[in-house]
């Protein structure tokens, strides 16, 4: 199993530009979630999808939106990218219910100029 | 809204047990404690969780204290490649897992 795959690794946009995380997990989880880390900090949860069709708010949402296109799948878009976005992009994902572990990605290294 | 308390870095000699303070003295009665740690810039790798009894695994021993205030993570034999990050969080009923900035374990040879 690959766990929890992320791509692109490392990107770099000019402010305005816009551009989609791509996020995928091939352990059947219900679960998936958006952090993001900047330098020096913890991480912070952007949106989450407890399953399949729905979406929610984590703590930092503003300027950006989400797709669960499949149980596999989650995506997270940035519409206008503004500098403030640059940071380290995770996702992961878990067994919905109990209180299952997350399993994390390798993470996506965002920059905006 | 900072649900636990770490010392920002901490230093252990290889071989000897490396044992993480953490402070979460807000804690509801439902909410468990997750123990989690970062390896250089890779994703958060899970180490053990509880509610409220000592937990052991293959990685790590977990103490929590009986009022549930603050916990300890013990790794008893520490190596070089335990060198990371460790953060202790604080997981919500719903969904919202908060990251701190966690304790920067360093394993000194």
């Known amino acids: 199993n690959a766990g929890v795959t992320q791509t692109p690794k490392f990107q770099v946009l000019k402010t305005g530009q816009s551009m989609t995380l791509q996020c995928a997990q091939d352990?059947?989880?219900?679960?998936m979630y958006w952090y993001r880390q900047d330098p020096g900090m913890g991480l912070r949860l952007i949106y989450y999808?407890?399953?399949?069709?729905?979406?929610d708010k984590g703590e930092v949402p503003n300027g950006y939106n989400v797709s669960r296109l499949n149980k596999r799948e989650f995506s997270l878009r940035l519409e206008s990218a503004a500098p403030s976005q640059t940071s380290v992009y995770f996702c992961?994902?878990?067994?919905?219910?109990?209180?299952?572990?997350?399993?994390f990605g390798p993470g996506t290294r965002l920059t905006v100029l | 809204d900072a649900k636990t308390t770490q010392p920002p870095s901490m230093d252990c000699a290889e071989g000897r047990a490396a044992n993480l303070p953490c402070n979460h003295s807000?804690?509801?009665?439902?909410?468990?404690v997750y123990w989690y740690r970062q390896i250089h810039s890779q994703g958060p790798q899970y180490i053990i969780h509880?509610?409220?009894n000592n937990e052991t695994n293959e990685m790590a021993s977990l103490i929590i204290t009986e009022d549930r205030k603050s916990s300890t993570l013990i790794l008893p034999h520490a190596t070089l490649r335990d060198t990371a990050v460790y953060y202790c969080?604080?997981?919500?009923?719903?969904?919202?897992?908060?990251f701190g900035t966690g304790t920067s374990l360093t394993v000194i040879p």
């Open positions: 992961a994902s878990k067994w919905t219910g109990g209180y299952n572990e997350q399993f």
């Open positions: 352990m059947n989880h219900n679960s």
């Open positions: 999808s407890a399953s399949e069709g729905t979406t």
């Open positions: 807000t804690i509801s009665g439902n909410e468990y």
């Open positions: 509880g509610l409220k």
């Open positions: 969080i604080v997981r919500y009923t719903g969904n919202q897992f908060y």
